[in-house]
């Protein structure tokens, strides 16, 4: 095929979620773009200044909109583009499968507005191997183009990090990666012309799939140690927080949190990899039992709320119960795969009556999403048996905490954000 001209790239953005949207408003800075999502809703919201997933203020939205940067749910909107970046999610099923639907289903969708000399890029975190042996033949089916010969591929795997304000995606260094070189020179130009913090190209698309899977992985992995270790410590009766203080103080000592692992990177993405390794005859034993631990962190908050309240005499059964949070993480609206669901439905086996206040989370999709029903505020004078702060948004950590619960009540701090002095437990 025929080199392009590296300077004009006409770009569409694939998938407007916590990945998409700010790929698409950091291009629009310096190229036309246009951002398309088969949620029509979410489209809608976004042309009014409306940012659900709170990456992006109204006037940024609305001030994009007056540039270079246009959404639309209709997929012919990016038609006329000549680059493609593909920015779905990547989730498992209910048995923790790699369910590649929405990847591949962009993939038609794309290859149905291909052309001769156009450049896709994909942003999805996959297994070694996807780009090259599940999309690039979906791409040329449904095209009927040639792979390296009339269209390229490039591979660059998304580094968002959802409520992070420092490690935003025009401030990160970006793996990218081509099919061939004219596909790594493109790729190369694209992204160094609007980030900051510029490249690192990888020797393959398979590399850089590979070292983006084990970022994520590698934290999961050492926070199932934290977490490990704070299960042990609390049995000994030794504050966890006050050991990785002290452990701290050496050099080359990694400091990791114990907590909740939930979310669609940590929580999900080790997942593809453990699968990839069983169809190669590796039983990946460190990764699957990281994964077991951390899935099982959420029973274990609330059996040890429960056994505070069995220290302090209170009644469990029909006790009255406060979780504070409801996202997977502090100060982000983001609910996917949030592991306080799990402290929920363990504590319900008691017989709680059980209450959940977030003010950062978005009440109607958490009612959507999985059928509760959030406190709209905290009310004054409500004196709970048991409160639990499940997830440290700073809102939640100024708190008058001791003023919710009654006398001789529980106050259990998960990611130890509240003052020392007020808590019975923490992890």
């Known amino acids: 095929m025929n ?27 310096r190229y036309d773009v246009v951002g398309y999502d088969v949620n ?24 994009a909109q007056r540039g270079r940067l ?37 993939c038609t969708t794309v290859g149905g507005l291909l052309k001769t000399g156009d450049l896709v890029v994909f942003e999805s975190t996959v ?49 990218t990666s081509g099919s061939n ?13 609007v980030l900051k913090g510029g490249i690192f190209r990888a020797s393959s698309i398979k590399v850089a799939e590979a070292s983006k899977i084990i970022e994520n992985t590698q934290r999961d992995v050492n926070i199932a140690f934290m977490n490990e270790v704070a299960r042990i410590f609390n049995a000994m009766g030794i504050d966890t927080r006050d050991v990785l203080e002290a452990a701290s103080t050496k050099w080359n000592f990694v400091r990791m949190q114990p907590g909740l692992v939930g979310g669609h990177c940590i929580g999900v993405d080790p997942y593809y990899l453990i699968q990839k390794a069983q169809v190669y005859g590796i039983l990946p034993r460190v990764m699957t039992n990281a994964r077991r631990l951390n899935d099982s962190m959420g029973a274990y908050v609330a059996q040890q709320v429960v056994r505070q309240m069995n ?16 996202a997977f993480k502090a100060n982000c609206p983001d609910i996917r795969n949030t592991k306080v669901v799990d402290v929920l ?31 709209p505020a905290l009310h004054s004078g409500t004196n709970y048996d048991a409160v639990i702060l499940a997830v440290g948004h700073q809102e939640l950590c100024t708190l008058d905490v001791r003023g919710l619960v009654r006398e001789g009540g529980v106050i259990y ?9 007020i808590v019975d437990a923490r992890l």
Do not use: W
């Open 3 to 29: 080199a392009t001209d590296n300077t004009y790239y006409n770009i569409g953005v694939v998938g407007l979620g916590y990945v998409g949207l700010p790929l698409a408003m950091m291009f629009a800075t």
């Open 40 to 63: 029509a809703e979410r489209v809608q919201a976004l042309r009014e200044g409306r940012d659900a997933t709170g990456t992006a203020s109204s006037d940024e939205l609305l001030s």
């Open 70 to 106: 246009r959404f639309s749910s209709d997929a012919n909107a990016v038609r006329n583009c000549n680059t493609f970046i593909v920015a779905v999610p990547t989730p498992v099923d209910t048995y923790n499968r790699p369910d590649l639907t929405p990847l591949l289903s962009a």
């Open 127 to 175: 297994y070694p191997g996807v780009t090259e042996e599940e999309c690039v033949p979906e791409l040329e089916r449904v095209s009927g183009l040639r792979y390296n010969v009339d269209f390229v591929v490039g591979y660059s795997p998304e580094r968002i990090n959802p409520g992070d304000t420092l490690h935003t995606v025009e401030n990160i260094c970006k793996v």
């Open 181 to 193: 070189e004219e596909a790594v020179c493109r790729v190369d130009n694209l992204y160094a012309s």
């Open 311 to 326: 220290i302090k005499g209170l009644m469990v059964k029909g006790a009255n119960v406060l979780i504070l949070g409801f």
């Open 345 to 375: 439905r363990t504590l319900s086996d008691y017989d709680m009556h059980i209450d959940i206040y977030d003010p950062v989370v978005d009440p109607i999709l958490v009612e959507r999403d999985y059928a509760i029903r959030l406190l």
């Open 413 to 421: 701090d998960v990611p130890a954000a509240l003052p020392r002095a």
